[in-house]
């Protein structure tokens, strides 16, 4: 019987070994469940074929061609990824409204023996749950906002609140952006969705009775944009900003900004970006100490003429708390992880 989903806490509770996504690969990269698994019923080619039939010849052909290629590519994936499963296997498939794919995918699951299951609506139905989570009812712990200007160790002062055991959501991580106009990692960001599903499910693991920690950040992390909910409730909460000394912040922004570093033309574009702020002759300059590998240098200037001036310039919220830290060592990070969750 399908399972019904009532909540995003529920789904991480149900009892399967696996969850399987039978979208296609298109589907499935713009967003799927957490921790799924893709195994197209159809691929990208084949679903295209087969709606085009569906919808200008023939239902009926549609879905016998259909049938056809759910099982062909069922088969491929029981003698491929499917091949080492045990018999007391339990997977939960879905696919875009809970119907013909997965419903046809599970029922050779079953035969074979394994207890296998259906959500009840399909991806629709948690994609429901998601929308709920962010846009319609309040954030679920209260939360400490980590601020700093640029290079203040914002981001590893999270992974150390983490690593002894606070709570924390790392929104540039989930967004895959470093939250300016350098933020840009390899690889890219995800679809909106795919944040929103990310967000969404480690919300739902929040213990409501302690803080979770945040950087602050603005309504956009790149091209990602923040739920309402979430900023809403990051505009009332309580901040922790970053105080360190300016040559910390470069040595630490020299060290984490290494691929950029590395790829002198990625540099050089993103310099460019700068030049409707600061003009061609600050930006020529900044270029000539990234030619001649000078990045101390040139992270100072930015900091200095980019970075801070925008910093000061933003709204600062009440209940602000300073953190002066000496550097960014581990040691230093570790121990101010330490404090704010035993003042917590």
């Not at 794919?101 to 299951?117: C, E, H, N, Y």
């Not at 709920?132 to 906002?145: D, H, K």
């Not at 290079?151 to 991580?173: M, R």
């Not at 995800?190 to 950040?217: C, G, W």
């Amino acid at each position: 019987m399908p399972i019904a989903l009532d909540s995003l806490a529920a789904l991480a509770a149900l009892p399967f070994d696996e969850v399987i996504d039978v979208r296609s690969p298109a589907e499935f990269a713009e967003d799927h469940i957490p921790g799924a698994i893709n195994l197209p019923a159809l691929s990208n080619e084949e679903r295209a074929h087969v709606g085009t039939i569906y919808v200008q010849q023939d239902r009926f052909l549609a879905r016998k061609i259909g049938a056809a290629l759910v099982a062909r590519n069922a088969a491929a994936h029981l003698e491929g990824p499917l091949a080492d499963r045990h018999g007391g296997w339990r997977p939960l498939v879905y696919c875009w409204r809970g119907g013909q794919r997965s419903g046809s995918f599970t029922v050779i699951l079953q035969q074979i023996g394994w207890k296998a299951d259906t959500i009840q609506g399909g991806y629709q139905s948690y994609r429901r749950l998601v929308v709920r989570a962010l846009y319609e009812e309040a954030f679920p712990a209260p939360i400490t906002l980590i601020d700093g200007g640029t290079g203040t160790g914002k981001t590893h002062l999270l992974s150390h609140l983490a690593a002894q055991g606070a709570q924390v959501i790392d929104l540039e991580h989930l967004a895959a952006h470093r939250g300016s106009v350098f933020g840009p990692v390899a690889g890219g960001q995800p679809s909106q969705k795919s944040f929103e599903s990310a967000l969404a499910a480690q919300m739902a693991r929040l213990d409501p009775t302690r803080p979770v920690y945040i950087e602050a950040e603005s309504t956009r992390i790149g091209r990602i944009n923040l739920p309402p909910m979430l900023t809403s409730a990051m505009r009332v909460a309580p901040v922790i900003r970053l105080e360190v000394p300016l040559a910390a912040r470069v040595s630490h922004l020299c060290a984490d900004y290494t691929d950029l570093i590395a790829d002198p033309d990625r540099l050089d574009a993103i310099l460019t970006r700068l030049v409707q702020y600061h003009g061609h002759a600050q930006v020529d300059q900044w270029r000539a100490l990234a030619a001649t590998g000078d990045f101390p240098t040139l992270v100072t200037q930015l900091i200095e003429t980019h970075y801070d001036p925008r910093y000061i310039r933003k709204p600062r919220p009440e209940g602000i708390t300073p953190l002066d830290l000496p550097d960014l060592s581990e040691a230093t990070l570790h121990a101010a992880a330490r404090n704010l969750i035993k003042s917590a």
